[in-house]
């Protein structure tokens, strides 16, 4: 299984970016689907994450800002990010999973057995 990560780039504070997530060998309807990231540094940390019936979660530092979703026609999961903050900045990271991850499994990165290869977003001042 292979996650194509896409949708990363350099924006300035306040604005906007979609990530795109699409694995080839397991459908996004049947998996849980998450977003982690990486700045330099730190720890990898959850993002969101969306499970099969279309519930979503999000850390404390996304929430009211950034919504997952996904598109089972498409075979693809989204991370929209809205009011970007220079503490955004990071490497994004999706991950897939089994689509029954008990709530508290999800922000742990040890559940998620297939990663994207990671997108870089850059937010400037």
């Known amino acids: 299984v292979q996650l194509q990560a896409s949708g990363g780039g350099l924006v300035r504070a306040g604005d906007s970016l979609r990530l795109s997530c699409t694995p080839s060998g397991r459908t996004v309807s049947s998996s849980t689907m998450a977003w982690f990231r990486q700045a330099p540094g730190k720890e990898r940390e959850f993002v969101a994450a969306?499970?099969?019936?279309?519930?979503?979660y999000y850390s404390d530092y996304v929430k009211g800002r950034f919504t997952t979703s996904r598109d089972n026609a498409k075979n693809t999961a989204y991370l929209q990010m809205n009011s970007l903050r220079p503490e955004d900045t990071a490497v994004y990271y999706c991950?897939?999973?089994?689509?029954?991850?008990?709530?508290?499994?999800?922000?742990?990165?040890?559940?998620?057995?297939?990663w994207g290869q990671g997108t870089q977003v850059t937010v400037s001042s």
């Open positions: 991950a897939a999973g089994a689509d029954r991850l008990i709530v508290s499994s999800l922000r742990l990165r040890e559940h998620y057995d297939s």
């Open positions: 969306i499970r099969r019936g279309r519930d979503t």
